[in-house]
């Protein structure tokens, strides 16, 4: 075969420089500059604010177990300024005796929604020879979520007292005593106030599940000090006792605290008229129907038990990095000003309400100031930690 002796002519591209002048012609500069100038106005909005050079730097990743407090750390606004800070959190949600029960292995930071949680994980640190530091950024009381027709209710039937004013109150005053003898004695919806509320479901507030929740937890504490007559158990036959006599009126739903929440502010939440929820998720969510609406939610409202006690989420590092993460969202203003938004009542390093911004915040919002922290009548305690989880074991059927 021949071989294949002809050429191609080589293909030369001439590259022509623009004429002099060309940048600047009136329509080139009137179809680039508008283009130009966005670019550095965001530019300078994203130096202002400090993220101009975030995905060119170092983002430290802290991993964390939490309970209803994720809903800090889900906030948008949270996540970027914790950016800001060259800090990104990576977090599993769980109820908060779930968290004082699993392995910490791989993890910088546990976040349990109470007191009795918290200690079990720090006994557990002091067994394996660690100490670390707590803190307490901030709190939420528990309260109980219902509606306004049930309220009301309650309300002519002398169980319940409005504590705020104007059109259609937002908060009550529950008589725990009172309430739990209408649950007791199984009364029905329908049986109060002649009617008003025409349900033959059992007057109860639903919880979720007490092997699990603090919120849970808590609750059938303080239905525990009412029945026990304003005490607390101090032997494990007393503890035993009591929490026996209070199982019937502990309603358990058995869903963590979000879900319980999420079911409690749909449409079809009305299944369970009285749910135990935390305040902030209550005024958060108040808040983000104030942007909305510029208006209220009135048909959901709060009851707050006339005996309470405080429920401070309790931040505690695993590590030097949620070490660092626990002093930055206990100092860091942007943080704070983020948790109050969010509906937290900040605290201050003695774990006391820190200044008038959580009042202010709500104001500025249109909605009612809870008086909970200053306007209670019984102060709750809670059972020695070994007691009150005896309690919860017998209470919640928990293995």
């Known amino acids: 075969m021949a071989a294949d002796t002809s ?11 623009p004429p002099a002048g060309f940048w600047l012609r009136p329509r080139l500069l009137l179809s680039v500059v508008p283009f130009v ?43 970027r300024i914790l950016l800001r800070h060259h800090v990104r959190v ?21 976040f349990p929604s109470g007191q009795p949680a918290g200690d079990l994980i720090l006994e557990r640190l002091k067994e394996q020879g660690r100490s670390t530091t707590v803190y307490k950024p901030f709190t939420s009381p528990i309260a109980l979520g219902t509606y306004r027709d049930y309220a009301e209710a309650l309300r002519a039937a002398g169980l319940a007292t409005p504590v705020d004013d104007g059109a259609g109150p937002l908060y009550y005053r529950l008589n725990l005593g009172d309430f739990l003898t209408a649950v007791e004695q199984r009364r029905r919806w329908r049986e109060l106030a002649g009617g008003a509320v ?6 109860t507030a639903w919880s979720p599940d007490i092997c699990r929740s603090n919120s849970a937890a808590t609750y059938m504490a303080l239905v525990a000090f009412v029945r026990n007559r304003a005490d607390v158990p101090q032997s494990d036959a007393e503890a035993e006792r009591l929490a026996n006599e209070v ?16 079911s409690y502010v749909t449409p079809e939440g009305k299944g369970q008229p009285i749910v135990v929820v935390y305040e902030h998720q209550f005024l958060a969510y108040q808040a983000q129907f104030h942007a909305r609406t ?40 942007d943080l704070r000003h983020r948790a109050v938004a969010l509906g937290f009542r900040t605290l201050n390093a003695d774990a006391e309400p820190a200044g008038p911004e959580f009042g202010d915040y709500l104001r500025s919002q249109g909605i009612p100031v809870p008086t909970f922290l200053t306007d209670v009548g019984t102060n709750a305690q809670l059972p020695r930690l070994d007691l009150l989880e005896k309690m919860i074991t017998i209470t919640g059927n928990c293995a």
């Open 198 to 203: 025409a349900s033959d479901n059992r007057i």
């Open 294 to 333: 510029q208006t209220l939610d009135r048909d959901r409202v709060l009851l707050y038990p006339s005996v309470n006690f405080r429920t401070d989420p309790v931040y505690i590092p695993l590590s030097r990095t949620g070490e660092e993460l626990g002093r930055l969202i206990t100092t860091e203003p």
């Open 37 to 79: 100038l966005v670019f550095a106005v965001g530019l300078g909005l994203l130096a202002r604010a400090g993220e101009v050079l975030l995905p060119f730097e170092r983002i430290t990743v802290v991993e964390g177990r939490l309970a209803s407090k994720a809903d800090f750390f889900a906030d948008p606004q949270v996540q």
């Open 90 to 110: 990576h977090f599993t949600q769980g109820g908060s005796r779930d968290i004082a029960r699993t392995a910490l292995d791989g993890l910088d930071f546990v």
């Open 247 to 262: 199982k019937p009126l502990v309603g358990v739903f058995g869903l963590p605290q979000a879900d319980l929440f999420n």
């Open 7 to 17: 050429t191609q002519a080589e293909v030369h591209l001439t590259v022509r420089r």
